[in-house]
C-alpha cells in the first residue's frame, strides 16, 4: 500500500496511440478544468451579488448543473490513461504482476465497453432531446447541447480504457 500507483505517465516510454491519447486526454482535463474554475467563479459573483446588492445571475442554477455535468466527465479521461482510477485491490494488493495485469486489463475492458454504451446511449439521448425541443426554465439553454457535450469525453474515456486493455492484455507495463 506505500507503493506509488505507477511512474508519472511524462516518464514512462508510450507508442504513437498512447501519445495522442495524452495529449487529448490532457486537452479535455484543462478545459474540464477551466470550466470548472469558471463556473465557481460565476457561482461565488452570483452569491455575493444575491447577498450584497440582491441582484444574483439569473440561471446560475441551470448553468452550474449543465456545466458541471460537461466539466466533470471531461477530466475521466485523463484519469483513465493514467490508470488513476479507484480499484478494489484487497485481494490483488499481493500477487504477482502476471496475474495482476490480465486482471488489470479485464478491468480495463469492462470499464472501455461501459464507456462505449454510455456514449452510444447519450448521444441518442441527446438526439431525442433535441427533436423534443426542451429547454432550461429560467435561459431557455437547450437542454441537449450539455447533454452532447458529454459524448466525447466519454468517448475519449472508453478509448483511453481499451488502450490500456490491450497493453494490460500484451503484457506491457506503464508503456514498457
Not at 498512447?18 to 479535455?28: D, S, T, V
Not at 448553468?63 to 475521466?76: D, K, N, P
Not at 494488493?93 to 470499464?111: I, N, T
Request: hydrophobic share 55%; glycine share 8%.
Amino acid at each position: 500500500m506505500n507503493e506509488p500507483i505507477g511512474i508519472p505517465v511524462e516518464l514512462a516510454p508510450h507508442d504513437v496511440v498512447e501519445r495522442m491519447l495524452i495529449q487529448a486526454a490532457k486537452g479535455f482535463a484543462l478545459l474540464g478544468g477551466a470550466a470548472l474554475l469558471g463556473l465557481i467563479a460565476m457561482s461565488l459573483v452570483s452569491i455575493v451579488g444575491r447577498k450584497l446588492a440582491n441582484a444574483p445571475i439569473t440561471g446560475d442554477v441551470e448553468m452550474m448543473q449543465a456545466g458541471t455535468a460537461a466539466a466533470a466527465a471531461a477530466l475521466l479521461p485523463y484519469c483513465t490513461i493514467q490508470g488513476e482510477h479507484l480499484r478494489v485491490d484487497f485481494f490483488t494488493e499481493k500477487a504477482p504482476a502476471w496475474l495482476r495485469r490480465p486482471l488489470d486489463g479485464v478491468a480495463d475492458l469492462l470499464l472501455a465497453l461501459v464507456m462505449a454504451v454510455l456514449a452510444w446511449r447519450t448521444g441518442l439521448q441527446a438526439i431525442d432531446i433535441r427533436e423534443a425541443g426542451e429547454v432550461t426554465p429560467l435561459l431557455s439553454i437547450p437542454v441537449w447541447l450539455p447533454v452532447a457535450a458529454l459524448v466525447p469525453s466519454l468517448a475519449l474515456t472508453a478509448a483511453c480504457a481499451a488502450h490500456r486493455a490491450v497493453r494490460d492484455f500484451v503484457g506491457e507495463e506503464d508503456g514498457q
